[in-house]
């Protein structure tokens, strides 16, 4: 989720391997990206739970997103136009 809502940038960026575990055994993750609203940096927080048995399922996780999603847009107004123009996009397969 972290590299999504960040538009693909490297986490941990210059850090090595050892550097990194260092860090999360210490309980320092990486910080909210700034388009990443409080409940999605919630979900990555527990996924990132440094017991396993403590960290959501995947089926968790996704019933949370859903459940926050649709909470969270419950107030748009779905008449406004949207803010992406995608007419112009051009989807390929990768071996094009």
């Known amino acids: 989720m972290w590299e999504v809502l960040t538009f693909g940038d490297t986490p ?3 850090m090595t391997g050892e550097e990194i575990a260092h860090e999360i055994r210490h309980n320092r ?16 927080l527990s996924a990132w739970n440094i ?10 996780i996704s019933t ?6 649709k909470t969270n847009t419950e107030d748009i ?20």
């Not at 993750?29 to 990555?44: A, G, I, K, T």
């Not at 107004?77 to 094009?96: M, R, T």
């Open 29 to 44: 993750f990486l910080e909210r990206p700034n388009l990443c609203q409080s409940y999605q940096f919630d979900v990555m």
């Open 51 to 60: 017991s396993l048995e403590q960290r959501p399922t995947f089926e968790e």
């Open 64 to 69: 949370l997103l859903r459940k926050t999603v």
């Open 12 to 14: 941990y960026t210059g």
């Open 77 to 96: 107004d779905h008449d406004e136009e949207d803010i992406f123009d995608y007419s112009n996009e051009i989807v390929k397969p990768h071996n094009v």
